[in-house]
């Protein structure tokens, strides 16, 4: 199958097809953003998108929080480590998201990307 037809037919289905994770990682940042503006304690952002984060306890002045100012998004991961109690992640093949918690266990900041983020740079910023 050749041709300018099939060419259009292979770019549309392309498209689509990013715009599928496109719109993922959009609805995984309005759902997060609408949590963050109550802040939802951790058991209603679980249950609200469905998914379980592993939970990181953080001390004051976390010293790890320093090896993670590779890229932007990293960086911008790391500021907000730094301000938060706790720190929530999970992923999947196509996406990461990440929530930060006071001391309370509620939700006060997030942040979804890509996993080419994390090796690569700061190229698919949905929410920064």
Known sequence: MTGPHHDLLYMAIALALTGCGLNE????????EKLCATNAPLSAV????GVRFSIERLEPQ???????NVNPWQQRIAEKR??????GHTSTTSMQTWIFLNDKGKLV???VGGNERW?????????G
């Open 46 to 49: 679980e249950s609200t998108l």
């Open 82 to 87: 730094s301000k938060a109690s706790a720190v």
């Open 25 to 32: 990682f959009r609805e995984r940042s309005e759902t997060l």
């Open 119 to 127: 090796e690569a740079g700061d190229r698919s910023s949905i929410r």
């Open 109 to 111: 900041d997030f942040e």
């Open 62 to 68: 976390d010293a790890s929080t320093r090896a993670w």
